[in-house]
């Protein structure tokens, strides 16, 4: 398992979900919710030079939405064009694509089970945040069962 800070993206069309994983890899937990548009990679980019204070981050994981079959439509490549950008904004730091089939539903569905969770407006960024953390999650459960870093790197324009 590489050592280093690894962070997981949501991208929706109105939110970004942001995680952050701990620096041994083995926990992801939730940074923020950064509205989508103007300003929103250089956020994010904020977001790595203020963990890069302290730790090295490894990669951005990236989720890519995908049918259960495995198909992908015009989230995916709405979230291979973001990814794409985000690379060129935050090189060197590598960004990874990852199948994300499920997690905001899955994240909702926690967060509705759990006492005392936010509702409306508040509860959907948080659905972000949470769907980040899973994404990553899945990243690192996987990288660590592997040995291999997962999904697949994203090349920055030329």
Same mark, same amino acid.
């Given at each position: 398992m590489? $050592? /280093?800070?690894?962070? !997981?993206?949501? +991208? /929706? @069309?109105?939110?970004? !979900?942001?995680?952050?994983?701990?620096?041994?890899? *083995?926990?992801?937990s939730?940074?923020?919710?950064?509205?989508? &548009?103007k &300003? @929103?990679?250089?956020r994010? %980019?904020?977001?790595?030079?203020?963990?890069?204070? @302290?730790?090295?981050?490894?990669e951005a994981?990236? &989720?890519? +939405?995908? #049918?259960?079959?495995?198909?992908?439509g015009?989230?995916a %490549?709405?979230?291979?064009d *973001?990814? =794409? @950008?985000? %690379?060129?904004?935050?090189?060197?730091?590598?960004?990874?694509? =990852?199948?994300?089939?499920l997690t905001?539903?899955?994240?909702?569905?926690?967060?509705?089970? #759990?006492?005392?969770? +936010?509702?409306g407006?508040?509860?959907?960024?948080v659905?972000?945040?949470?769907a980040?953390?899973?994404?990553?999650? $899945?990243a690192?459960?996987?990288?660590?069962?592997? &040995?291999?870093?997962?999904?697949?790197?994203?090349?920055?324009?030329?």
């Amino acid at each position: 398992m590489r $050592h /280093g800070v690894r962070l !997981g993206i949501d +991208p /929706g @069309d109105a939110r970004i !979900g942001v995680a952050r994983s701990d620096p041994s890899g *083995f926990l992801a937990s939730p940074v923020e919710t950064v509205r989508r &548009g103007k &300003g @929103d990679l250089a956020r994010i %980019a904020a977001i790595v030079a203020e963990i890069e204070q @302290d730790s090295t981050v490894v990669e951005a994981v990236v &989720g890519l +939405p995908r #049918s259960l079959s495995g198909r992908e439509g015009p989230a995916a %490549a709405k979230a291979r064009d *973001f990814a =794409v @950008d985000l %690379a060129a904004r935050i090189a060197p730091v590598p960004v990874r694509l =990852v199948d994300e089939r499920l997690t905001t539903v899955s994240a909702a569905a926690m967060l509705r089970r #759990s006492p005392g969770a +936010p509702k409306g407006a508040k509860q959907r960024a948080v659905v972000d945040q949470a769907a980040a953390v899973l994404i990553l999650q $899945h990243a690192l459960d996987t990288e660590r069962a592997t &040995g291999t870093a997962p999904g697949e790197t994203v090349e920055e324009p030329a």
